[in-house]
């Protein structure tokens, strides 16, 4: 696993890959290779081997709702907007007042997606209000004018909107 983590900042990914699947070999128990894989695929746009590998993390990983939020990414990237929603709200309930400000993003973009801009509106609100300012991006301010949009909200809060954006 740390040789695969060696040539994974060499960005050698037949290595890399050859040593995570060593690990698992000897370990087919081993969280941290299976979650490593999800984010390869992931990022490379294979959702089916994602998905595959995240559920071998899941299963012998510790329990988290930081677990859900990771198929909420999944399923959002796959563009399937119910299990985003359902994966991200699971994960609100589960940690409550202490949850982290990324998923009402995610929540904001899929509830966006499938046309319910009241509840997108909603969890881009959220997701101020929970974010660090260092964390806030000018795309999160766009999202929140499109969901304004969406609404035929008055053209000074879409204006504002955009003017967040542009200043962060």
Known sequence: YK???LFETQKSW???LEHLNDAIKRDPKFPPAYYELFYYHFFRGNYTEAETNLNKYISNADASHANDYLYAQLCWAKKDFDCAVAKGESVVADAGIT????VHKLLADAYNQKGDYTNALKNIDLYFQK???GDVIAFDYKLKADILVKMNAAPLDIANAYKQGVDA
Request: proline fraction near 8%; glycine fraction near 8%; charged fraction near 40%.
């Open 99 to 102: 949850g982290k400000a990324k």
């Open 3 to 5: 040789l695969a983590k």
């Open 131 to 133: 974010a660090e300012p």
């Open 14 to 16: 037949d290595l890399y």
